[in-house]
């Protein structure tokens, strides 16, 4: 196997393997959440079996894939202005096919092959075994579609090739689909319901990366806390269940602890949490795992009751204030992430405060923020008005801005003076002489390379930060490179 080179939609170099005798290049590029970067790792499997090698190169490709993203408005804007620059291309490479998939797919179906002439074929989350099929019809000079939301599938039975790959850390997806309904999210319309993959095959998965020398692995879902294995079938069916499948179905607990026992040397990551649904059950066994970081990104997106109500949220902010207080007891180094939303429909001044006020309380390592995009068909959509002013909105989100930097900064000089597990994934981009890695808290730690290489777990004291990273001297290797 030679190795060639793709590009993924941040502009990184990557290489995968390469099977000599595929003939058709495949151009993808993904955008939006992880959960679409593994899914595109699937559909690169998928096609490798039917003739593709992944190419980085646009103007060689036979086939073009976008995998996109509906999240926000400007999501679907990027992926839009995007497909325009394939328009001249096309005109020169009549034979090129472009597709698109993901979440932009499910939400618009035909709707794209009308809108977007240049577009060709249109994917949704739950159909991509069906591609080869669909190429075929593509190859006819058809346009193709298939958008078919499923109850049962997990991919579980593929095995992705890794595009996104430093050979160190890897996406694993456990659940996908979400039930939960925020009246804002886009999500469950896009990836339809809830269902869990077999763990003995993501056992296997996790095997097979670490015999490949991969070092951490992230569980993925949309809502991983609530990954319930009883045979099969959607999460919302369990009550249906027979006594023996509800005996001896695997929890999320369960899973985390079966992936730390399947290979103590790795490190298990997971995201996303939702808070509902986060178990003590879970932050117990993080504390009990050497090997599962202590870190949690847990969402919260407002800090006011009304406004979490009104979003569908199943918990109030006393609820979550008790959760984070738990984790805290229990973990007591742990990095806590958010993500928030600004602007929602009827926030007033003083909810905006209370998410300020909660962002206080917390002091959350790093966050991930955003202002109110309107989601059409979502119940928030349909039901409330969209009435926080642009600039109220951008005001608003830049004071949580602000103040997530402040209290990042807060937590970096927190670890001064520590010495810290690192996992090396790659050198550093502002200094050639640097590894870039993480902490078990998720924050990124450079030191001088020395004699250590990527995929060494090192001991490394941190002596300096900034907001966002922390910079220090590595010491020795840590007991996991052994
Ligand atoms: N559970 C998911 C959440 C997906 S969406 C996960 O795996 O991460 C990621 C984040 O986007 C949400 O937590 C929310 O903060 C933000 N978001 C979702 N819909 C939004 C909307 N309509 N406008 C603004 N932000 C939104
Ligand atoms: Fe979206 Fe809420 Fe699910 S944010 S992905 S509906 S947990």
């Given at each position: 196997?030679?190795?060639?080179?793709?590009?993924?939609?941040?502009?990184?170099?990557?290489?995968?393997?390469?099977?000599?005798?595929?003939?058709?290049?495949?151009?993808?590029?993904?955008?939006?959440?992880?959960?679409?970067?593994?899914?595109?790792?699937?559909?690169?499997?998928?096609?490798?079996?039917?003739?593709?090698?992944?190419?980085?190169?646009?103007?060689?490709?036979?086939?073009?894939?976008?995998?996109?993203?509906?999240?926000?408005?400007?999501?679907?804007?990027?992926?839009?202005?995007?497909?325009?620059?394939?328009?001249?291309?096309?005109?020169?490479?009549?034979?090129?096919?472009?597709?698109?998939?993901?979440?932009?797919?499910?939400?618009?179906?035909?709707?794209?092959?009308?809108?977007?002439?240049?577009?060709?074929?249109?994917?949704?989350?739950?159909?991509?075994?069906?591609?080869?099929?669909?190429?075929?019809?593509?190859?006819?000079?058809?346009?193709?579609?298939?958008?078919?939301?499923?109850?049962?599938?997990?991919?579980?039975?593929?095995?992705?090739?890794?595009?996104?790959?430093?050979?160190?850390?890897?996406?694993?997806?456990?659940?996908?689909?979400?039930?939960?309904?925020?009246?804002f999210?886009?999500?469950?319309?896009?990836?339809?319901?809830?269902?869990?993959?077999?763990?003995?095959?993501?056992?296997?998965?996790?095997?097979?990366?670490?015999?490949?020398?991969?070092?951490?692995?992230?569980?993925?879902?949309?809502?991983?806390?609530?990954?319930?294995?009883?045979?099969?079938?959607?999460?919302?069916?369990?009550?249906?269940?027979?006594?023996?499948?509800?005996?001896?179905?695997?929890?999320?607990?369960?899973?985390?602890?079966?992936?730390?026992?399947?290979?103590?040397?790795?490190?298990?990551?997971?995201?996303?949490?939702?808070?509902?649904?986060?178990?003590?059950?879970?932050?117990?066994?993080?504390?009990?795992?050497?090997?599962?970081?202590?870190?949690?990104?847990?969402?919260?997106q407002s800090g006011s009751?009304?406004i979490?109500?009104?979003?569908?949220?199943?918990?109030?902010?006393?609820?979550?204030?008790?959760?984070?207080?738990?984790?805290?007891?229990?973990?007591?180094?742990?990095?806590?992430?958010?993500d928030m939303i600004a602007g929602f429909?009827?926030e007033?001044e003083?909810n905006h405060?209370?998410t300020l006020?909660?962002m206080?309380?917390?002091?959350?390592?790093?966050g991930?923020m955003f202002a109110y995009s309107?989601?059409?068909?979502?119940?928030?959509?349909?039901?409330?008005?969209?009435?926080v002013?642009e600039m109220v909105k951008k005001r608003r989100l830049q004071e949580i801005i602000?103040l997530q930097?402040?209290?990042?900064?807060?937590?970096?000089?927190?670890?001064?003076?520590?010495?810290?597990?690192?996992?090396?994934?790659?050198?550093?981009?502002?200094?050639?002489?640097?590894?870039?890695?993480?902490?078990?808290?998720?924050?990124?730690?450079?030191?001088?390379?020395?004699?250590?290489?990527?995929?060494?777990?090192?001991?490394?004291?941190?002596?300096?930060?900034?907001?966002?990273?922390?910079?220090?001297?590595?010491?020795?290797?840590?007991?996991?490179?052994?």
């Amino acid at each position: 196997m030679e190795n060639i080179i793709v590009e993924s939609n941040q502009g990184k170099a990557l290489a995968i393997p390469h099977n000599p005798l595929n003939q058709r290049k495949l151009y993808i590029e993904s955008y939006g959440c992880q959960m679409n970067f593994s899914d595109s790792e699937i559909v690169a499997s998928i096609l490798g079996g039917v003739g593709f090698n992944t190419t980085e190169k646009l103007e060689e490709a036979d086939l073009v894939l976008l995998n996109t993203c509906s999240i926000r408005d400007k999501a679907e804007q990027t992926v839009r202005k995007r497909l325009k620059t394939f328009n001249a291309l096309k005109k020169t490479k009549p034979k090129m096919k472009v597709g698109v998939l993901g979440c932009m797919a499910e939400r618009l179906k035909h709707q794209f092959l009308e809108e977007e002439k240049i577009v060709d074929l249109v994917v949704g989350p739950d159909a991509y075994k069906d591609l080869p099929h669909l190429v075929e019809e593509i190859d006819d000079g058809r346009n193709a579609i298939n958008v078919i939301l499923s109850k049962e599938e997990t991919y579980g039975d593929i095995s992705p090739v890794r595009l996104n790959s430093n050979g160190v850390t890897a996406l694993v997806s456990i659940t996908r689909g979400c039930d939960n309904m925020c009246t804002f999210c886009v999500v469950p319309f896009t990836r339809g319901r809830e269902r869990s993959r077999d763990p003995q095959s993501i056992v296997e998965e996790i095997n097979d990366l670490w015999s490949k020398g991969f070092k951490e692995v992230t569980l993925l879902g949309q809502n991983v806390d609530s990954y319930l294995w009883y045979g099969g079938g959607l999460k919302k069916d369990f009550d249906k269940a027979s006594d023996f499948q509800k005996a001896t179905s695997v929890n999320f607990a369960n899973l985390l602890a079966l992936c730390a026992q399947a290979q103590p040397k790795m490190r298990f990551r997971f995201s996303t949490s939702n808070p509902q649904d986060m178990s003590l059950e879970v932050i117990k066994t993080m504390s009990q795992y050497d090997n599962i970081p202590n870190y949690i990104h847990l969402p919260v997106q407002s800090g006011s009751n009304p406004i979490l109500k009104a979003m569908n949220r199943q918990h109030t902010r006393e609820e979550y204030i008790k959760l984070i207080d738990n984790i805290r007891q229990i973990i007591p180094d742990c990095g806590i992430s958010q993500d928030m939303i600004a602007g929602f429909p009827g926030e007033s001044e003083e909810n905006h405060q209370e998410t300020l006020s909660l962002m206080e309380y917390v002091k959350y390592d790093f966050g991930f923020m955003f202002a109110y995009s309107e989601r059409p068909g979502t119940s928030a959509a349909r039901k409330l008005e969209d009435d926080v002013p642009e600039m109220v909105k951008k005001r608003r989100l830049q004071e949580i801005i602000d103040l997530q930097r402040e209290h990042s900064h807060v937590r970096t000089k927190g670890h001064l003076g520590k010495i810290e597990e690192v996992l090396i994934e790659k050198t550093s981009k502002r200094n050639v002489n640097e590894w870039s890695g993480r902490n078990s808290q998720n924050t990124v730690v450079v030191f001088p390379k020395a004699n250590f290489k990527v995929g060494d777990f090192v001991m490394v004291e941190i002596l300096d930060c900034t907001s966002a990273t922390l910079i220090g001297r590595g010491l020795k290797l840590s007991e996991k490179s052994f």
